[in-house]
Structures are given as C-alpha cells and as structure tokens.
C-alpha cells in the first residue's frame, strides 16, 4: 500500500511528467523512481489513507495522501 500511494500521488505525477517525454509508463521508469527514506509515522499514514482510498474515492483523502508524499520528499503540493 506504500508504494502504491507513493506512485499514485500527485508528487509521482509531477516527476513523470517532468523527467520523462512519455506518457507511458515503463518498467524502467518505475524501477528507477526514487523512493523516500523510511519515515513510520508517514508510512502509516499512508497506508491508512491508500486503505480508504482502495474502498472508496475520496478528494479529501487523495489531497492528504499528496500532502503526506510531498512532505516525504521535501516538497509542498503547492510546488507543482
């Protein structure tokens, strides 16, 4: 659920769209995504909301999901 809420989050997105010319996403891309140092308390976090998510979609949960990876990654959603 980590890696799926880290590579479904906005901050994911606004990487993709400026490291790659592609909309497709390859393996080697995904490979080659840098994942964040571990930090537990975020983790859950997202484990969490990726939880809700998974049941049902929710905009207020996607943007703190955004906001949870962004901050794992130094960066603020308003960034991109």
């Given at each position: 659920?980590?890696?799926c809420?880290?590579?479904?989050?906005?901050t994911?997105?606004?990487?993709?769209?400026?490291?790659?010319?592609?909309?497709?996403v390859l393996r080697?891309?995904?490979e080659n995504f840098?994942?964040?140092?571990p930090?537990?308390?975020?983790?859950?976090?997202i484990?969490?909301?990726v939880?809700?998510?998974?049941?049902?979609?929710?905009p207020?949960?996607q943007?703190q999901?955004?906001?949870v990876?962004?901050?794992?990654?130094?960066?603020s959603?308003s960034?991109?």
């Amino acid at each position: 659920r980590i890696l799926c809420g880290i590579m479904n989050s906005s901050t994911a997105q606004f990487y993709y769209q400026n490291k790659h010319s592609s909309l497709k996403v390859l393996r080697t891309y995904i490979e080659n995504f840098p994942l964040p140092s571990p930090n537990k308390i975020a983790f859950q976090k997202i484990e969490r909301l990726v939880g809700h998510l998974e049941k049902k979609f929710d905009p207020k949960m996607q943007a703190q999901l955004d906001e949870v990876v962004s901050r794992l990654y130094g960066v603020s959603s308003s960034d991109f």
